[in-house]
């Protein structure tokens, strides 16, 4: 089995910063892209950064300048520091990876978070 395990949310000040963390287990052959949604009330779930095997990254405009993600591919890990935050960056974040299993070797699949909340105060 495979588990993303994401930690690091909470409540900060508008201009505050907050670093999320996303840790993958369990029968892992390889992971390709991993990155990180957030979905907010009443709002569709969007993609808010994505980082390749080999550390191509890529942004929303809305957060380009604020938010950085990196990963360590030795660790399984995926990080989204977040810095300068706004209100409207309120919302909950999962972390998604594609990754191949043990048991399916040659084929990607998506594995999500259980979700983090973040919530920006003004």
């Known amino acids: 089995q495979v588990q993303l395990v994401e930690s690091g949310g909470g409540l900060v000040q508008a201009g505050g910063s907050l670093k999320l963390s996303c840790t993958a287990s369990?029968?892992?052959?390889?992971?390709?892209?991993m990155g990180w949604y957030r979905q907010a009330p009443g709002k569709q779930r969007e993609l808010v950064a994505s980082?390749?095997?080999?550390?191509?990254?890529s942004y929303v405009d809305s957060v380009k300048g604020r938010f950085t993600i990196s990963r360590d591919n030795a660790k399984r890990t995926v990080l989204l520091e977040m810095n300068n935050l706004k209100p409207e960056d309120t919302a909950v974040y999962y972390c998604?990876?594609?990754?191949?299993?043990?048991?399916?070797?040659?084929?990607?699949?998506?594995?999500w978070g259980q979700g983090t909340q973040v919530t920006v105060s003004s």
């Open positions: 980082v390749t095997r080999d550390g191509s990254t």
């Open positions: 369990g029968s892992i052959v390889r992971i390709n892209n």
């Open positions: 998604k990876s594609d990754l191949a299993t043990t048991a399916t070797p040659f084929r990607l699949l998506a594995f």
